[in-house]
């Protein structure tokens, strides 16, 4: 069954401190592995996709990795910020089951930037 | 200039009712999807749809229709609401290997 597992659930830290957060899968065979994060009250918005060939992506101050053999990504938040409170979800897509589903959802990491 | 927008943000109802939400992408994309959020935060898809194919995931009750009048809409009607559909509800469109998500419509049902 494919799953996707992200951890932690939830995370405090103090702004201008960096995070990591994690998330392993089962998905195979694999195609692409996508960070979003989701604000509260909002849609998730991409933030990095990366295909199985790619170790490492940013965006910013987000960069994110990945390494298909092991199946896990990580997403690595340098100097965090307020505006970094959210849900950040892992999404990863493979081959389309009989549902017609190719996506995958990871549960999310709830993040809280305090000041 | 909202690329993804969905009506209404919030809808309360009764259960039994029949109710629709609309979503609307000026973007262009050839593909469009309805995901619902649980309590728990998991993102599932219910439908995808281009001008071609619709793709039903086969664990969506049948009283989920979705209703697309053109490439630019997919609405999303749900009939004799029940309990267990509360819900927040997300539509997306897609280009390549991106998706933009709407900004979600909570559903409450009473």
């Known amino acids: 069954k494919n799953q996707v597992e992200q951890s932690p659930q939830s995370l405090i830290i103090l702004e201008g401190k960096n995070c990591t957060l994690q998330?392993?899968?089962?998905?195979?065979?694999?195609?692409?592995l996508r960070w979003y994060k989701q604000d509260t009250g909002r849609g998730p918005v991409s933030l990095t996709i990366?295909?199985?060939?790619?170790n490492t992506k940013s965006n910013g101050r987000y960069t994110a990795t990945l390494d298909a053999d092991t199946k896990q990504s990580s997403l690595h938040i340098t100097a965090s910020q307020l505006s970094d409170s959210a849900s950040y979800i892992c999404?990863?897509?493979?081959?389309?089951?009989?549902?017609?589903?190719?996506?995958?959802f990871g549960g999310g990491t709830r993040l809280m930037v305090k000041p | 200039d909202t690329a993804v927008s969905q009506t209404p943000k919030y809808l309360v109802t009764q259960m039994g009712n029949d109710k629709s939400i609309k979503c609307e992408q000026n973007?262009?994309?050839?593909?469009m999807y309805w995901y619902k959020q649980d309590s728990k935060k998991f993102l599932k898809i219910m439908f995808s749809?281009?001008?071609?194919?619709?793709?039903i995931n086969e664990t969506v009750p049948n009283r989920f229709s979705p209703k697309s009048p053109d490439k630019a809409h997919l609405n999303l009607h749900i009939n004799s609401l029940e309990l267990g559909d509360s819900a927040v509800y997300f539509c997306?469109?897609?280009?390549?290997?991106?998706?933009?998500f709407g900004p979600g419509t909570r559903l409450t049902v009473l």
């Open positions: 997306a469109s897609r280009l390549g290997a991106t998706q933009y």
């Open positions: 998330c392993n899968y089962t998905v195979s065979p694999f195609s692409n």
């Open positions: 990366m295909t199985f060939s790619e």
């Open positions: 999404v990863v897509s493979g081959p389309r089951d009989n549902a017609g589903n190719m996506l995958t």
């Open positions: 973007l262009g994309h050839d593909t």
């Open positions: 749809y281009n001008n071609k194919e619709l793709i």
